[in-house]
Structure formats: C-alpha cells, structure tokens
C-alpha cells in the first residue's frame, strides 16, 4: 500500500471507526433485546405446552382409573367417551389381548404421556394406561384411554400459548411436518431451522421469526417446535447501511485531499525507488527542501550509491563461487579419487573465504588429525611431513566436540603441533546423516570423537580481517561435500570389497578369481614370466557336513582359509571357488615352486585336526586336502585354459587317493616359452617340472616338446621324481613376502 493509501486509511479509521462502530452497537442492541423479548415468549408459550399436554394426560390417566374401577368396563368406557373425557378406550387382559374398544379409535401407535424418550415414527394419539387388579393384587389386564393428536389439538395448544405451534412426525431426521399452524410461506424456515435445534436453545430464521424446539420429554411426549415472529422495526438495517454510507463516502473525499497535499513531494522519490526495483541502480533524488523529505532523498542517493557498489562485488563473488562450484560438482561426480576431491574441496573454501592457507585433516587410529591436503601451511609448520594435529589444541577440540570454531590465536599461544597463524576457523565434518554439517541450522554437539570424520581448517584471511559466523556457515557446506566424499569412498571401497570377497572365509570370491587370473596371465604374458595356478579341494567333505552338521562344516572351511592364507606370500592370491573348492594364484612361480607350496599346504591342513562343535562335545576332525597344479604358459594360453587343466590335475590327485597333488600334462600345442635369464639356475632339475629361471645355451628359441606321458606328483608312475623338499613357493625370483595375511 502506497503512502497515500495508508493516510487514506488512517483518515477513515479516524472518522468512520466511531460511525461504524455506533452503527453497530445500534443494530446489535436492537438485535438482543428483539431475541430477549422472543426467547421470553417461547419460554412461557412452552411452559403453556407442557402444562396443557400434562392436563391432558392427568384427565386421560382418571379416565382410565374410572372405567378399571367398575366391574361393568365396557359400560364404562362408553360413558367416557361420551363425556368427552377421551377420545377412545381400550381393555385388555393379562396376555395383552383386546377385551374391548371403543368405536372410531385413533389410529395406532398411541403415545404413552409417561415416555419421554422420542418415538420412533408418526404419532396419533396420547395415551394414559391403567393396570387392572382384582382384590389379590394379581393383575387382570389394563386399560387404556386416549386422545388424538390432530390438528385441532394443535390449534388449540397454539390458543393457548398464543405462539404457533408446529407437531413434528416423531423422528430426529430428517425432520417432517406433521400438524402446524405456521402460514404457508415460512413453513420450510421453520422447518430447516428446527433440524438443527436440541434442547432449549432458541434460533432465527431467514424471515425472521424465532423458533424453539419442545419435548419429547417425560410428561410431554410431543415432539413440538414453537415460533414467533420478530419485532424488530422493519427497515432498520437500511436505515443504518445508508447512513454508514453517506458517512463513507463524505470521509473518503476529506481524506483523499488530505492525503493528496500531503504525498505529493513524495512522488519523485517513488518513481527513483522504482527504477532502483527494476535494477536501475544510477537513479537519483533531487533533493529540494531540508525538511524530513529532503533528508529521506539524501540517504537514497547515498543508498543507491552503495548499493551499486555491494551488487558488483557480490556479482564477482556469486561467478566465482558457481565456478568453485561446478568443478567441485565434476569432480564428485566423476571420481572416487579422495585426495583430488579434498584438494578441489580445499580450493573452493579458500577462495570462497579468501583464507592464505588450509588444510583438510581426517582423524586417524592414532588419536590424531592428520592432514589429507594442505594449501600454504609449508612455511607455517616446524615439522617435515605430513601435518599432524594432536586431539588437545584448538583445531583438535573441534574434532573432538564436533563444534566450529574461529578467532583469533596470538603467535606466542600458538598450541604446539599446529600451523602458526593469526586468526582461524575450523569446521567439523561428520558421517552424512548425523547432522552436524547442515549449512541451515546449528550443528548437534557430538560426544563421540570417534563419529567426526575430520575437520576443515583455514587460516588468516586476506586483509587480517577475523573468520565471521557467515564463513562457518559457508564452510559447512564445503565440509558437508567433504563428508559426503570420504563417506562416498569409504562405502565405494566396502562395497567394492564385500563384491570380492566370499563373506564365510574372508578369501576371494570367483568372480574376483576370474579378474585376478585374467590380470596375471596379461601380466606374465607381457614380462616373460610363469603363473601357477593351484586348484584345492578338501578330502570328504561332505562326510564332515553329515557327520557333525554344516555349522562345523563352516568352521572346517575358515580354518582351512586361515591355514592357507599363513602359507602363501603376500603376492599370492587366495579364492574360494564355492564349496570346498579353493584356487590359489602364484605370480612368477613355476611349476617346482607350486609343488613345493603343495606340500606345505598339504602338511598344513593334514597334521593338525580342526576342532568343532560336534552333536555333544568338541571334536578333532582330521581333515586332508588334494591339489591340481597347472602352469602358464605350458597348461594353456588362456586364465581359464589354465584353470581348467588345474581342475584336471585336480580331479587326477583325487583318483589318486586324495591328500595329495598333481601337476598338469603340459599342453604339446602349446610351444615352450622362453624366459628372461636369472642366476636362479644354470639347467632344469631332473625332475623335468618346468622352473623359471633356466638359462638355455642358444639364443634362438628351441622348440623342445614338454609334454609328459601322465600326471605327475606324489605316488605318479615309476620314474617320476617327487619334488626336492625345502625351497620357498618359487624357486624363481618373486616379489618378498612382507607378511602373511591371516
């Protein structure tokens, strides 16, 4: 609303408010004491009513009483009605049989005057009942008198409460007339209006007449609806309505002129504040007077001057920060590269802050924040290598009570381990979903260090101006994408693993051994180097699930895991085909070395029984396992030409008599391959087992055939050398082994 429409306003409220208002208490007034005066009205007509119906009721209760009094009843009742006294008379017996009826009855059903509850449909009749008894007190019949309710009845109640009077047909809805003696034209209103009467209340009609509803109560069954007319004057409200408005339109041109003197220097001010809505920030007031008109047009100018000044540089600022935020986008959506993230993350915080230096810090095992990526902490820090916060200063407080911080630190209370600096802020960042990152609202006070992830910290604003409230609320957000990063990668790795890894025994899963073998024959194809693959498969196993249930069969199978992952390298690799079945890959290791391993695993899982859970106490279960060996490139050019000559040296060993190993025949179409000379040794063995590391005297490749006539292993024909015993898993060069995975 403009300046004039609320002097405007004001005027009228001024002048019209006590005009309206008197207009109203006049009206009101007339209202209530007309309502008064009818309510007064009704309550005497329907205190009328209930004094008729119960005389009326009282006369038909002595009626009965007289005819139950002589031994001639039928006699009786003729003189009753006759009189005058009731309409009809009813006798019957114990049974409720009809012993006798007076002619031209009413029609049933006959209201008892002692029922208040309403009645369930048309009413024809009031009636009285009286218990007939002989001189033992044993009942002998009853008799009943009646008088119908029509309209006579009607018009005589509403003669004597001197209101009209309207008999309803008994039910509660809808509600039907029966007998009225309202004029035709406000019947419906008075209908339509008693619908929604109960008790005593009194309501008006559209026509204007009062109504209330009587009975049906005890000693006054009738379900009646008494009105009146109003007597209000007719025309009153009119009256009121133009004088209001004569009133109206007199105020309304008193205050337009008054409001028109008085908004006109405003006007030129108006239209500057509309160019400056419409983005025309140069818009200027002429400032012509030094009253209070002239001092608002100086202050628009120096407004508007400002206020150009402030949208340029939050327009930089806003591209800037979109540009920050676009890359920081890109770089969420398309990598799961953690530390390319945080470096982007880091950027857009110090450019959206314009911060000197930063650092994004994740807490580690060691009770320490340890510094993901930094950005100009090199000269801040005494230490050489990664930046370490201990939990105890002021950046690790905020790790361990998940709330920001900033202010200012002077140089000589700098806490120890942390980057030098003069003024700071640091903001947590927790696992998304537990709130403490929400850019619209305070963060929760975390109790647990360990659910913060870890901490944005930036140093030193540009111009020594100290980190504000606004600058944590903005780098929360950027913690927020930090969070959601580290989290994001944490659950991308787990579910990575968990795809890749058989849940039961924590080795490998098959479809981990179909990349794996796939990779390492590309990788020892490229270098020249041999790949052995050991296909193993527990002794009876079945007879263990049988025998003491399938829950000891799953701790045969993580034992049996946790012995073979002692026994191989850390360059090994380690699957569960499915079931008992097991592989494992040996990376540059020939065939003597896969033989060698064979044994130890062999040894391994043979001389110590698995202890399990049997039917009623532990048990030793002794179990034994038979291994395939196959070797690239003499097994086959292919991962899985190779695994399945691994499966049939497998299943050779187990027509052997099990808990032992054989070594694949070696494909003839396959030619030899011709390995990268090592001082491992100067010629094969004698065993003829393909080894890495031979050195043959011509230069060229030979073609020399490898095949042997069967399987070879433990127990294979006459002729067949067993393996030398000791050696590790290669008898050529391999990566060390650091350590055993269990």
């Not at 606004?470 to 990668?489: E, K, Q, S, W, Y």
């Not at 003829?688 to 020399?704: I, K, M």
């Amino acid at each position: 609303m403009t300046l004039r429409g609320r002097l405007t306003a004001a005027f009228l409220t001024v002048v019209l408010g006590p005009v309206l208002a008197g207009a109203f208490f006049v009206g009101s007034a007339v209202t209530v004491v007309d309502r008064s005066r009818s309510a007064e009205r009704l309550a005497v007509a329907a205190a009328a009513v209930r004094t008729s119906v119960d005389a009326l009721c009282q006369q038909l209760r002595a009626a009965a009483d007289a005819v139950a009094l002589t031994d001639n009843r039928p006699a009786a009742a003729g003189q009753v009605v006759s009189r005058g006294l009731a309409a009809a008379v009813l006798v019957t017996d114990v049974t409720g049989r009809v012993v006798h009826a007076t002619p031209d009855a009413p029609p049933a059903p006959w209201r008892d005057c002692s029922v208040g509850a309403p009645a369930a449909g048309p009413l024809w009749a009031l009636a009285a009942g009286v218990e007939v008894r002989d001189t033992t007190g044993s009942p002998l019949g009853t008799v009943i008198a009646a008088q119908p309710v029509d309209p006579a009845f009607v018009a005589r109640l509403a003669a004597v409460t001197g209101v009209a009077v309207t008999l309803l047909d008994g039910s509660d809805t809808p509600v039907r007339l029966r007998h009225t003696t309202e004029p035709d034209g406000v019947r419906e209103a008075v209908l339509a209006a008693a619908g929604g009467l109960d008790g005593e209340r009194v309501v008006g009609t559209a026509d204007g007449r009062y109504i209330r509803r009587v009975g049906p109560a005890e000693g006054q069954p009738l379900p009646l609806v008494l009105s009146v007319p109003s007597d209000q004057p007719p025309g009153l409200y009119a009256a009121l309505v133009a004088a209001v408005l004569v009133a109206t339109l007199l105020a309304v041109a008193a205050a337009g002129r008054l409001a028109r003197a008085t908004t006109r220097p405003l006007v030129e001010l108006a239209g500057a504040a509309d160019r400056v809505a419409r983005g025309d920030l140069t818009a200027r007031v002429p400032v012509r007077s030094r009253d209070e008109i002239g001092r608002l047009a100086g202050a628009f100018n120096r407004m508007t001057r400002e206020t150009g000044t402030y949208v340029t540089a939050l327009t930089s600022s806003r591209d800037q920060l979109r540009g920050h935020l676009a890359v920081l986008g890109d770089t969420l959506a398309s990598t799961h590269d953690l530390q390319r993230i945080l470096r982007v993350i880091l950027h857009s915080a110090i450019a959206a802050t314009g911060s000197r230096a930063g650092a994004l810090l994740l807490v580690d095992g060691g009770g320490a924040l340890v510094a993901q990526c930094t950005e100009g902490l090199t000269a801040r820090t005494d230490r050489p290598g990664p930046v370490r916060i201990p939990l105890d200063g002021v950046v690790g407080a905020v790790a361990v009570t998940g709330e920001p911080r900033h202010g200012r630190v002077e140089s000589a209370a700098a806490p120890p381990g942390e980057p030098r600096c003069s003024t700071y802020v640091a903001v947590p960042f927790v696992t998304p979903g537990e709130g403490a990152t929400r850019p619209d609202g305070p963060a929760p006070d975390l109790t647990a260090p360990a659910t913060v992830l870890g901490v944005l910290a930036l140093y030193d604003r540009l111009g020594d101006d100290e980190f504000d409230d606004d600058d944590v609320v903005t780098l929360r957000t950027f913690a927020g994408h930090a969070a959601v990063a580290v989290n994001n990668v944490r659950v991308h790795e787990e579910a990575q693993r968990l795809s890749l890894t058989d849940p039961l025994t924590g080795l490998w899963n098959y479809r981990y051994l179909r990349e794996s073998i796939r990779r390492e024959v590309e990788r020892a194809s490229r270098f020249g180097r041999m790949l052995s693959v050991l296909a193993l498969d527990l002794d009876r196993f079945k007879h263990v699930n049988d025998t003491y249930g399938h829950t000891a069969g799953d701790t045969v199978l993580v034992e049996f895991a946790r012995r073979v992952r002692g026994e191989i390298r850390e360059v090994d690799l380690a699957f569960r085909r499915g079931g008992e079945e097991f592989v494992v890959l040996l990376p540059e290791t020939d065939a003597r070395g896969a033989t060698i391993l064979a044994e130890r695993l062999g040894v391994a899982i043979r001389e110590v029984p698995i202890t399990v859970d049997g039917p009623g106490a532990p048990a030793l279960v002794p179990v034994t396992v038979s291994i395939g060996i196959a070797v690239y490139p003499d097994n086959g050019g292919t991962g899985h030409q190779v695994l399945d000559a691994a499966d049939g040296a497998l299943y050779a060993a187990k027509a052997g008599g099990r808990d032992t190993w054989r070594v694949a025949v070696v494909s003839r179409a396959t030619p030899p391959l011709r390995e990268i000379p090592v001082p491992a040794g100067a010629v094969s063995p004698d065993d003829g087992l393909p080894r890495a590391g031979s050195v043959q005297a011509d230069p060229e490749p030979t073609p020399a055939p490898r095949a042997r006539p069967e399987l070879t292993g433990p127990g294979a024909a006459p002729g067949a050398a067993r393996p030398a015993p000791g050696g590790g898993a290669s008898s050529g060069p391999h990566p060390p082994r650091q350590g055993r995975g269990r």
